[in-house]
């Protein structure tokens, strides 16, 4: 029996399916401020791990995306000074959008389940979910960089299921990364549905019979 459902929150919560990488690539290639893919990795994976413990608890979710945005356009050499505030604000246009769609839907959710959090994040997820509008909606909320484990570890799905005194029987995990979110509930026991919002052709879902949502939207219809 399904008793809570947990959450992945980059890419499933402020996205259809689409990483926080994938999306900064995406307008940091709009701005001209990089050229290949390649390049980009190397800067992101930089800047994203320097963030990783270094921000206070109380930092926002905007100031978050916009320390982001910022050192990726340092990396990059960008001589523009307001790229990143321009790349900040795209980013959080669009995320804004997704959690105004998604709060009602996990408003909904939580009448039947218990709902939580679970995510690979800089030690202020707590804050960026209140900031989001759907730390409310939420029975716990687990950081990585809080607890010292990171997807797919399944210590850290541990947490939050121990936080609900439930059992990975029953609770499902919804996430848009094959490798950290499904690989990492598959490895605790915990059911997992995967939010994609364009699967290669190559890609299958985790495991044979996996539900694979293109929208949040569609996550309740799939629910008892």
Not at 65 to 81: K, T
Not at 91 to 106: G, K, M, S, V, Y
Not at 161 to 187: K, Y
Not at 191 to 215: F, K, Y
């Amino acid at each position: 029996m399904t008793r809570a459902i947990l959450f992945d929150f980059g890419g499933t919560l402020d996205a259809d399916g689409i990483a926080w990488k994938a999306r900064f690539l995406r307008l940091c290639l709009e701005e001209q401020l990089v050229s290949t893919p390649a390049r980009f990795d190397s800067a992101f994976y930089a800047v994203d791990d320097a963030l990783v413990g270094a921000i206070p608890s109380t930092c926002s979710l905007d100031d978050t995306v916009s320390r982001l945005a910022d050192g990726l356009a340092r990396a990059l050499g960008s001589i523009d000074e307001h790229a990143g505030s321009r790349v900040a604000r795209r980013f959080l246009t669009d995320a804004q959008r997704h959690f105004e769609r998604n709060a009602p839907i996990l408003a909904r959710l939580r009448q039947r389940f218990r709902l939580g959090i679970v995510s690979n994040f800089y030690g202020n997820l707590a804050t960026a979910c209140h900031d989001a509008g759907i730390g409310q909606l939420c029975d716990v909320i687990v950081d990585s960089t809080n607890v010292g484990h990171v997807k797919p570890d399944p210590l850290i799905f541990r947490f939050a299921l121990d936080a609900l005194a439930i059992t990975p029987a029953d609770a499902i995990f919804v996430g848009d990364s094959l490798p950290r979110d499904m690989a990492g509930a598959r490895a605790v026991g915990m059911r997992h549905v995967w939010l994609t919002a364009d699967a290669p052709m190559s890609e299958g879902p985790c495991c044979a019979g996996d539900p694979v949502l293109h929208s949040l939207v569609e996550l309740e219809s799939l629910l008892p």
